[in-house]
């Protein structure tokens, strides 16, 4: 089956927990940073995810 996919908004995904609650920690000496507000999870490598006209994460 195939899926039509269209232009989306995307969000940031957890690799961890794989909450959305993600905040971008900017001014770090490394780079970016991202933070997991749910798990405490603080590194660059985040899942980039397509969310759906009401927000929903698609999976
Ligand atoms: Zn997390």
């Known amino acids: 089956m195939v899926r039509r996919r269209s232009p989306r908004n995307r969000i940031l995904r957890c690799p ?3 909450s959305t609650r993600i ?11 991202y933070h997991c507000l749910d798990c405490d999870y603080l590194g660059s490598l985040v899942l980039e995810v397509d969310v759906a006209d009401d927000g929903s994460p698609l999976d």
């Open 23 to 33: 905040v971008l920690s900017a001014g770090m000496i490394l780079g970016q940073v």
């Open 16 to 18: 961890t927990c794989g």
